[in-house]
C-alpha cells in the first residue's frame, strides 16, 4: 500500500534547499531530516557504545523533519524518544 507522498515531498524539499543552500548561503529552506526509526536505533547503539557519535541534543535545535514518526516503538517499551525530542527538549530550550 501507497501513502499520500508526503515523504517523496519533504525529499523534494530538502533537495531544493540545499541547492539554495549551497548557491545563496540562505538556510531558510534548509533542515535536518530523519527517520524516527532510524534515529532510534542510533539511540539504542549509542546507549551501548560510548563511542558514539549520535547525540539526541543534536537535534533540539533548528529546522527538523522526522519521517515515519509514529512508526517507531518506545526506547527499552517505556521511553518515548521522539515525544521528548519534540514536544519537551525542542521547546523548552525555545522559551528559556
Known amino acids: 500500500m501507497y501513502g499520500l507522498g508526503k515523504s517523496t515531498l519533504f525529499d523534494a524539499i530538502h533537495h531544493i534547499g540545499r541547492v539554495i543552500l549551497e548557491q545563496t548561503r540562505s538556510t531558510q529552506l534548509w533542515f535536518s531530516r530523519i527517520s524516527s526509526v532510524h534515529m532510534l536505533s542510533l ?3 549509542s546507549q551501548k557504545d560510548q563511542n558514539s557519535y549520535f547525540k539526541l541534543e543534536d537535534y533540539y535545535r533548528g529546522k527538523l523533519y522526522l519521517d515515519d514518526v ?3 516503538d518506545k526506547a527499552y517499551n ?3 524518544i521522539i515525544g521528548k ?3 519537551f527538549e525542542r521547546h523548552r530550550r525555545r522559551l528559556w
Open 43 to 45: 539511540y539504542y547503539e
Open 70 to 72: 509514529g512508526k517507531e
Open 78 to 80: 517505556r521511553e518515548e
Open 85 to 87: 525530542l519534540l514536544f
